[in-house]
């Protein structure tokens, strides 16, 4: 699928994305300046998230260690909320920049509200891949998708562009439902370069007769961006921030200005100069074992980075509320949640409505994952 309706991805001409997240922290100023500094320094695209967390996580979930000492994770995402009528402000400011807006839903609430400011696309952050529920939701909208595809195995990647009713044709175009670009992706923050196999752009492109780009988490600028280029990545993301040293959740791993400036300026030279040339020069510069780790063998595989992080990262369903032994799960008693630091995971998503209706066969307490022996 060469063109992903109004966004033009294609292989060799990648689309940038400068990754602002929740970096601004609510602060419209700092945004506008954030969007700014990211159009400067080449991005074409900017992405937020719109954060809810009682979308994302159980209040039980646990705790983070911050600088300031010690904190709920779930206390910790109430700080990224901000209102709708922020987004709407820093997509016009985008827009009238010639930037492309991006942000990625959690849950329905924030997808809903991110459909009234009418996005042209839309993004799949890599936990909620497995989100069956959320994924149909946003099919309906008929938009293009970007979906991320960390912490995942091939199945999960078939089962999430089912969810979103893609269905390949002979042509390679989606029939009968929406254009999807699949972003490889490791979750774990930062990533080693070598652990992104980049080989395996092109086996998911074969693979799902989708374009293929990267979510870029490591620290360098220029190594996975270029090597990605030359596998033919269709878009190429990367976190941005104004400096290291601010606040913002994932400013310790985001490129501020001059770096990303420098991951445009590496990648455009890239495509001047051709891949077997590229190549070469970073085999001199960085050495060839180094450049066959990163580039890996293809395989979709989870990277060592992300193994610990499988099924907690990803959504599973959890009991809002202590449900008694013999008690019926009502569908409002399901969750469906990250699992994270110190809950058991449960059932994937894609269980919820055969979960719903079941008499619990032992007490599941609340915040814990629902399983096949709870009922």
Known sequence: MKILRECDLRAGNPLLI??????????????????????????????????????????DTGEVALPGG?????????????????????????????LLFLCTPFGLKSADLLRQLNPKIVKIASPELNYTRLLEHISQWGLPVLLSSGVSLLGDIEE??????????????????????????VTSYPAPETDYNLRVLKNLSGIFGVPAGVSDHSMDPELVPVLALGQGAAVIEKHFCLSRGDSGLDDPIALPPPLFARMVQAVRAAQKAGPEETLAALIRERGGETIERILGTGVKRLAPSERANYRRTNRSLHALRDIAEGEIIGADDIGVFRTE??????????????????????????????????I
């Not at 922290?25 to 500094?37: F, L, N, S």
């Not at 058991?344 to 994952?369: D, H, N, Q, Y």
């Open 160 to 185: 999430a562009l089912a969810a979103l009713h893609f269905h390949e044709n002979e042509t390679g175009q989606a029939a009968d439902g929406v254009p999807v670009c699949l972003l490889h992706c």
């Open 18 to 59: 400068a990754e602002l997240g929740t970096s601004h922290g609510g602060d419209i100023v700092k945004a506008r300046e954030m969007i700014a500094a990211a159009g400067e320094a080449g991005a074409g695209c900017v992405k937020f998230q719109m954060v809810f967390a009682d979308e994302i996580l159980h209040p």
């Open 341 to 374: 630091k110190i809950l058991r995971p449960g059932l994937p998503p894609r269980w919820e409505t055969l979960v719903a209706g079941r008499k619990a066969r032992s007490f599941i307490p609340r915040g814990e994952g629902i399983r096949f022996q709870d």
């Open 70 to 98: 010690k904190i709920r994770l779930y206390d910790r995402f109430k700080q990224l909320e901000s209102p709708v009528e922020f987004f709407a402000e820093v997509k016009e400011y985008a827009e009238a920049r010639g």
